[in-house]
């Protein structure tokens, strides 16, 4: 088994840091698309059920469905 000098293990950690950092801002950036796209989703449906009720004069449907989507935009903070 070679035994590795000072300057190459520190290399080695330094290295291992590196992909590790870049491992987590890959794994933040999967997860803030994710749910981008599942607000995104969410929003789309909501609208469409409130279309529906606006269509069927159904007021108590469209009060509720709105209230969804505030609640949706304030938890999201859009």
């Known amino acids: 088994m070679k035994e590795r000098s000072y300057s190459e293990l520190m290399k080695s ?3 291992s840091k590196q992909k590790s950092g870049e491992s987590f801002v890959l794994e933040l950036y999967i ?3 994710l749910s981008e796209v599942l607000l995104t989703s969410q929003k789309e449906k909501l609208l ?4 529906q009720a606006i269509d069927d ?3 108590e449907a469209f009060i509720h469905l709105s209230t969804q989507y505030r609640e949706l935009n304030k938890q999201f903070g859009t």
């Open 13 to 15: 950690g330094a290295m």
């Open 48 to 51: 469409t059920r409130i279309d």
């Open 31 to 33: 997860e803030m698309l």
């Open 57 to 59: 004069r159904n007021q």
